[in-house]
């Protein structure tokens, strides 16, 4: 019912302008889609031609190896092994990144301490250095320890692009908490555990949601960390999509398995939308 | 029903010292306001009474017994934060369940004491409802009932009314003072706003600068403030430098006759408070006898049920505060005078 209501009032509050510049950035957004999916379908399509001029089922019969979504599907594009391979390493990091961030985020939030500025710049160092170049020094040491071309190795290089944007996220979750509650709740009686348990956690559930999200998209598509460090040995989406389009040339199973590689993400945001949306959350704490 | 005492209380945050040193002794069932502006350190007393803070130095009792030590957790007091702290994620019901939860009270006298509570704050209907859903007062009501369901030895209050408009705040404020007078419990609340410390509390301890100004009833701090500080932060207006001696004050309008029942003064320098609404404006000359001063009204506020005219007098400035039954025009010629009884001396301590 408070969605509909959402809804008109964003009808009425609207003007034309603002409806076609948000349909001109809906555009945007789905537009390069359109021609990925007619791609997906076709078996030759040359410019200037609109559409294909060769659909993929009319030689579906006449071809000995199987085409565009038949080859996505089929067990040799490796497609399967490889949504398993980023869908366990991206929940594994996003786990791991919640343990290492909720407490320093806390401390981040709250406190005030000497070098907080110069702590909360190196933080978000990783975003400034060159992935390359991360890349290229961890493998060095990744290799001579071992780590190189195991899940380990690659988890933990996930870990470094994702920590800066989660003690973000949830810095600020930490922010709009404020002291009152967990004060107001052991004044209430509540140990230490049942504060952390029935109040802290289930208030920060939004943004620990939002940060856990946000953390597993960005582990899903590291490219370049994921290949350094899986040796061609672990295969993972953007890897298997990188060796599919390396050759310069976008054939309909290429185009295909952009596609997969795109439904993880769309699956955990329909979910995660629901938590986040909730009723009580939807509107401010406290006033 | 609890006496809470407070015997040289010093809190320091690092080299920072939040207050120097008080000394407060609150009776059981009484209802005391800590008021002062921000930053003066009252509400660094009241989370030292809750237990969220130690002092650093002093005791603080409960009925005789030494409680600065005792965690927040076990002091049994209940705290009402200004912006009420509810918890957004659970139901009306749920927040005034918390604390009997979180204590392990068996289910059944659960259930007894939340209807009985909420039947005390009238939120019956309101159960089920999200914070989010209710208004400020009804979120007041929530975190009073929260909190009283505890059966807290002492309770507590950060600005209790500043976050409710005008109407509500008239009705939360009747609210407030007859559950705690059927209750019986020990009450103290924090305010920066010197109308809300009148209308609510039994005694107002004023704190300035991290030391307890004046602790008195709210009618006396009005009428008879020790200083001048405080005179100005009850908003007092008309505060004037005199000349005292032999129960006559000299100041720069004329001479004012003093009652020295009222207030004992010394012969010397000293300050006189003219409160604006103990002053009578007259039209004409002859109808005063004593402490006459002559003036001109030089402006006007009208405030619906009051007037506010700002009268020269010989290079001074009086406010006169008065019931709206007739306005008098700017730049008319008026007679002040004010009956000896109702003139405060401030002078410095000998």
């Known amino acids: 019912m408070a969605r509909r209501q959402i ?212 582990s899903t598509n590291i490219f370049l960390l994921t290949f350094f460090m899986g040796q061609g040995k672990i295969i993972t989406l953007p890897t298997l999509l990188f060796s599919k389009i390396a050759g310069g040339t976008l054939d309909a199973s290429a185009a295909g398995i952009t596609l997969v590689v795109t439904i993880p993400g769309i699956i955990l945001l329909l979910i995660t939308e629901r938590f986040i949306k909730e009723e009580a959350f939807g509107k401010g704490f406290g006033n | 029903m609890t006496k809470v005492q407070l015997k040289g209380v010093r809190k320091d945050f690092g080299s920072f010292t939040a207050i120097s040193q008080i000394d407060l002794d609150i009776e059981s069932g009484e209802l005391v306001a800590l008021l002062g502006p921000s930053g003066c350190g009252k509400t660094t007393t009241l989370r030292m009474i809750a237990g969220l803070e130690v002092p650093t130095y002093g005791h603080i009792l409960f009925d005789d017994d030494d409680v600065s030590e005792v965690p927040v957790q076990d002091r049994n007091v209940g705290m009402v934060f200004q912006r009420y702290a509810l918890f957004p994620h659970m139901t009306v019901e749920k927040n005034v369940m918390f604390g009997l939860k979180v204590r392990g009270t068996p289910s059944g006298e659960i259930k007894q004491r939340l209807e009985d509570i909420l039947d005390v704050v009238q939120l019956e209907q309101f159960r089920h409802r999200f914070p989010a859903q ?150 004409g000359e002859g109808e005063a006898s004593q402490n006459v001063i002559t003036g001109k009204v030089t402006a006007r506020e009208f405030f619906g049920a009051t007037v506010n005219y700002t009268v020269d007098c010989k290079g001074e400035t009086i406010i006169v505060n008065e019931q709206s039954r007739r306005m008098v025009d700017v730049g008319q010629d008026v007679w002040l005078t004010i009956q000896p009884q109702r003139i405060w001396v401030i002078q410095d301590a000998a």
């Open chain 2, 134 to 283: 209710l208004s400020g007062g009804q979120m007041q009501r929530v975190a009073i009932a929260r909190t009283l369901i505890t059966n807290p030895s002492v309770l507590m209050m950060d600005e209790p009314l500043a976050n409710l408009d005008t109407k509500l705040r008239g009705e939360m404020r009747r609210f407030i003072r007859e559950l705690q007078q059927r209750l019986g419990i020990t009450t103290i609340f924090v305010t920066h706003d010197q109308v809300e410390a009148m209308e609510l509390a039994d005694r107002v301890a004023v704190i300035f600068d991290g030391v307890l100004a004046q602790y008195d009833t709210p009618e006396a701090l009005y009428q008879r403030p020790n200083s001048v500080e405080i005179a100005d932060f009850m908003g007092a207006n008309n505060i004037f430098d005199a000349q005292v001696s032999n129960g006559v004050a000299k100041t720069a309008f004329g001479d004012l006759q003093l009652d020295t029942d009222t207030k004992p003064v010394r012969d010397g320098t000293g300050r006189v408070l003219l409160r604006g609404e103990a002053i009578d404006l007259l039209l």
């Open chain 1, 7 to 218: 809804k008109t009032a964003l009808n009425t509050r609207l003007s034309t302008f603002q409806k076609i510049y948000l349909l001109l950035i809906a555009g945007f957004i789905l537009g390069p889609f359109i021609p990925l999916i007619i791609q997906s379908f076709a078996f030759r399509w040359a410019w200037p031609d609109m559409l294909p001029s060769t659909w993929w089922l009319e030689q579906r019969e006449k071809s000995l190896l199987p085409l565009a979504w038949d080859y996505v599907l089929s067990p040799y594009s490796r497609v399967w092994e490889a949504t398993i391979n980023t869908v366990f390493i991206g929940s594994v990091v996003t786990v791991i990144c919640l343990a290492i961030c909720l407490p320093a985020a806390r401390v981040l939030a709250r406190e005030k301490f000497r070098g907080k500025a110069a702590f909360e710049f190196f933080l978000s160092m990783p975003l400034i250095v060159p992935e390359a170049a991360i890349g290229i020094a961890l493998l060095m040491i990744f290799i001579s320890l071992g780590l190189a071309g195991s899940y380990l190795g690659i988890i933990i290089v996930h870990l470094i692009p994702t920590i800066p944007y989660m003690i973000r996220m949830l810095t600020a979750v930490y922010q709009g908490l404020g002291r009152d509650f967990e004060e107001q709740a052991m004044i209430l009686g509540a140990s230490r555990w049942q504060v952390m348990r029935l109040v802290t956690l289930p208030m920060l559930l939004p943004g620990v949601v939002a940060g856990a999200l946000f953390t597993f998209l960005v």
